[in-house]
């Protein structure tokens, strides 16, 4: 399942987070999640879209949802991370 993005990093919400839990760390770990959350959209759905060859009965919409989820995911990824 794929995570819609805000648009903005962890970082960009720094100081309403430190208000609410007060915890540096928690935010650091929230950062790397959304991080390796948006980098499994980049990469996993790779792997979707070559497995969908042998499922020819779904093959077009995997196809179809892994290319979608792969063209919003690496930009952003690049945008942010880059």
Same mark, same amino acid.
Request: charged share 35%; hydrophobic share 40%.
């Given at each position: 399942?794929?995570?819609?993005?805000?648009?903005?990093?962890?970082?960009?919400? *720094?100081?309403?987070?430190?208000?609410?839990?007060?915890?540096?760390?928690?935010? *650091?770990?929230?950062?790397?999640?959304?991080?390796?959350?948006?980098?499994?959209?980049?990469?996993?759905?790779?792997?979707?879209?070559? *497995?969908?060859?042998?499922?020819?009965?779904?093959? *077009?919409?995997?196809?179809?949802?892994?290319?979608?989820?792969?063209?919003?995911?690496?930009?952003?990824?690049?945008?942010?991370?880059?």
């Amino acid at each position: 399942m794929a995570v819609v993005s805000t648009g903005k990093r962890a970082a960009d919400l *720094e100081g309403a987070h430190h208000s609410r839990s007060g915890g540096a760390d928690t935010f *650091e770990r929230m950062e790397l999640y959304f991080r390796a959350k948006l980098f499994d959209d980049v990469i996993d759905v790779l792997a979707d879209y070559v *497995e969908a060859e042998g499922m020819p009965e779904v093959k *077009e919409e995997t196809r179809q949802r892994a290319r979608d989820i792969h063209l919003r995911a690496y930009p952003e990824y690049v945008r942010l991370y880059g």
